[in-house]
Nanobody
């Protein structure tokens, strides 16, 4: 059983930055590809970014390319999402996710996720 715990959400003005963290336990955290999803108010959960088990490849949806950066530190069992140039439409609950898979990073579907975090709120004011 993998447990995931997000932190780093909050309220920020448009154009600002936030860094989300996702701490995983127990080991081996490195066996899992990871991703970030978000759920805007009144909408479904959507994929944002993914990273391969070893951090060598990443994948982003078009709406966050060039603004968000996903990374991981397997020695610390932690994944990150650096969010810059935030927009009001980025407002959502952000979830980290783990999937037991190898291969390069790719778009992930909610149905294939093995483990979810509890979510952290990100609110971007205009």
């Amino acid at each position: 059983q993998v447990q995931l715990l997000e932190s780093g959400g909050g309220l920020v003005q448009a154009g600002g930055s936030l860094r989300l963290s996702c701490a995983g336990s127990p080991r081996p955290f490195s066996s899992y590809a990871m991703g970030w999803f978000r759920q805007p108010p009144g909408k479904g959960r959507e994929f944002v970014a993914g990273i391969s088990w070893d951090g060598s490849t990443t994948y982003y949806v078009d709406s966050v390319k060039g603004r968000f950066t996903i990374s991981r530190d397997n020695a610390k069992n932690t994944m990150y999402l650096q969010m810059n140039s935030l927009k009001p439409e980025d407002t959502a609950v952000y979830y980290c996710a783990a999937i037991l898979t190898t291969g390069p990073a790719r778009r992930l579907g909610t149905a294939e996720i093995n483990y979810w975090g509890q979510g952290t709120q990100v609110t971007v004011s205009s």
